[in-house]
Nanobody
Framework: QVQLVESGGGLVQPGGSLRLSCAVS????????MAWYRQAPGEQRDLVAR???????TYADSVKGRFAISRDSAKNAVYLQMNSLKLEDTAVYFC???????????????WGQGTQVSVSS
């Protein structure tokens, strides 16, 4: 059983900062990638940032220079530091982890429950 527990969402004013955390627990052989997605009301779920096993990162154009994804491999955790938040960053943010539970099992994606980030004045 694999569980993803997210934390760190909340209400913040434009220009403010938040830090999201996602901790993975359970039986894990290898984590291939860790990512954050977001979904605004009535919109599709979009990739915000991803970090792969080698450490390379990818960001949506809309958050480049403002958000930073990082990980703690020892804790099986991924973080999203969000600075200079804008109204349009308001969404539910989801953690997504691609991992193998055993060496002989295929890579599978797991989702967190989502955490609300609201940017409002």
């Amino acid at each position: 059983q694999v569980q993803l527990v997210e934390s760190g969402g909340g209400l913040v004013q434009p220009g403010g900062s938040l830090r999201l955390s996602c901790a993975v627990s359970g039986s894990i052989f290898r984590i291939n990638s860790m990512a954050w997605y977001r979904q605004a009301p009535g919109e599709q779920r979009d990739l915000v940032a991803r970090i792969i096993s080698g450490g390379s990162t990818t960001y949506a154009d809309s958050v480049k220079g403002r958000f930073a994804i990082s990980r703690d491999s020892a804790k099986n955790a991924v973080y999203l530091q969000m600075n200079s938040l804008k109204l349009e960053d308001t969404a539910v943010y989801f953690c997504n982890i691609d991992l193998q539970r055993r060496s002989f099992l295929p890579v599978r994606g797991y989702w967190g429950q989502g955490t609300q980030v609201s940017v409002s004045s």
